[in-house]
């Protein structure tokens, strides 16, 4: 299977981001057809793994922030969630917001997520994220 492998990415060639190959296709990784017009596009297991690796990446770059481990679960949840959404370098644009967390002010927290450009974008996301950091609960239909 090494053999192959290697094979395989030295015909393809590895590609982080998505690129057109040669049949105009849109393509990611070692030749993966993701287009909607007859590619094979991801699995549920793959779609799950890269969603894991995703909370990952989130939970390693928030914990950056030294308040973000005293959260708890619930606000440590939407953080994530915003910073899966916007990326870190976008989210630490949002000073107040974040002074706030770090005083455990998660009214004003919440409202600052909420009078943002990104809010206007997301819509209810921002809502249910802003409403978990105000509360510390997750809302009733997650439970």
């Known amino acids: 299977?090494?053999?192959?492998?290697?094979?395989?990415?030295?015909?393809?060639?590895?590609r982080q981001f998505v690129y057109q190959c040669s049949a105009n296709k849109l393509t990611i990784g070692v030749g993966r057809n993701i287009d909607e017009d007859g590619g094979i596009g991801?699995?549920?297991?793959?779609i799950n793994y890269l969603l894991d690796s995703d909370i990952v990446r989130c939970l390693?770059?928030?914990?950056?922030?030294?308040?973000?481990?005293?959260l708890d679960?619930?606000?440590?949840d939407?953080?994530?969630s915003i910073c899966l959404n916007l990326g870190l370098p976008r989210l630490k644009g949002f000073e107040l917001a974040l002074n706030a967390m770090s005083l455990r002010l998660y009214e004003?927290?919440?409202s600052e997520f909420l009078d943002s450009k990104w809010a206007s974008q997301v819509g209810y996301r921002a809502k249910e994220l802003s409403e978990m950091i105000r509360t510390?609960?997750?809302p009733e239909e997650y439970n």
């Not at 390693?60 to 005293?70: H, K």
Request: cysteine-free; proline content about 0%.
């Open 42 to 46: 991801l699995s549920l297991d793959e």
């Open 136 to 138: 510390g609960d997750y």
């Open 60 to 70: 390693r770059e928030l914990s950056g922030f030294d308040w973000f481990s005293e």
């Open 78 to 80: 939407a953080m994530v």
């Open 73 to 76: 679960e619930v606000r440590q």
């Open 1 to 14: 299977m090494t053999r192959l492998k290697e094979m395989l990415k030295r015909h393809e060639g590895i």
């Open 108 to 110: 004003e927290a919440a």
